[in-house]
């Protein structure tokens, strides 16, 4: 079975620009969770998506914004963008819920100029 | 508020030598509590969970963890420590219908 996966795995952007990240779950899977991951704040939630509805959602500005699509992949995007955006994002996806078990993808790097 | 706290920023062992990785957590029910293992340059890999039942549970690569409700407490062991288990560790909390809570994640180091 294919894990998750995330594209890209790398970007490099400036600030002001916007950036579109994508993660495709494994099959079977419906729900998918973001997460943004920085040295000095560890893992922080930003947005759970089940059935093409954002079911949760982190403290974050809405700057950042998801979608899920029928076929439970999604896309998270972040518009105008800042310094302090350069992280790690991650995806995971689970059967129903957060609380079942998280497949995480290898996430997308990204570099803000 | 809920929360997850990983009171370890960074911890080494020496190889060969038993570990201990400390998480407590706040809920006001008993949450779903993880495991997870980052490697350098890799995704988070689960390493043990805990909703309900026996408060000993047994994960892979020989790591454990005892739930412990009177402290809060959801502590990850290992009696045998290898170079390979270098890493950082998080752990996460959760409830039904709701998102994981991480901790910040304790570095491991393993002198040989």
């Known amino acids: 079975k294919a894990g998750v996966t995330q594209t890209p795995r790398y970007l490099i952007k400036t600030r002001g620009q916007q950036v579109t990240l994508s993660c495709s779950p494994i099959s079977g899977h419906r729900s998918v969770s973001w997460y943004q991951q920085t040295p000095g704040q560890g893992l922080q939630f930003l947005f759970e998506?089940?059935?093409?509805?954002?079911?949760n959602k982190g403290n974050f500005p809405g700057r950042f914004s998801g979608r899920q699509f029928s076929n439970s992949r999604s896309e998270m995007n972040v518009s105008t963008l800042e310094l302090g955006d350069s992280a790690l994002y991650l995806c995971?996806?689970?059967?129903?819920?957060?609380?079942?078990?998280?497949?995480f993808g290898p996430g997308t790097r990204l570099t803000v100029l | 508020a809920q929360s997850v706290t990983q009171p370890d920023i960074h911890i080494t062992v020496s190889e060969g030598a038993s570990l201990e990785l400390r998480c407590n957590y706040s809920y006001g029910a008993t949450p779903y509590l993880f495991w997870y293992v980052q490697s350098p340059g890799q995704g988070l890999q689960l390493l043990l969970k805990y909703f309900s039942g026996d408060t000993l549970v047994q994960g892979i690569k020989g790591f454990e963890a005892e739930f412990k409700r009177s402290q809060s407490s959801f502590n990850l062991r290992k009696p045998s420590v290898h170079w390979s288990d270098a890493a950082e560790y998080f752990c996460?909390?959760?409830?039904?219908?709701?998102?994981?809570?991480f901790g910040k994640g304790t570095t491991l180091s393993v002198s040989s």
């Open positions: 998506y089940f059935s093409e509805t954002q079911r």
């Open positions: 996460a909390g959760g409830q039904a219908g709701t998102a994981l809570i």
């Open positions: 995971a996806s689970s059967l129903a819920s957060a609380t079942d078990t998280q497949y």
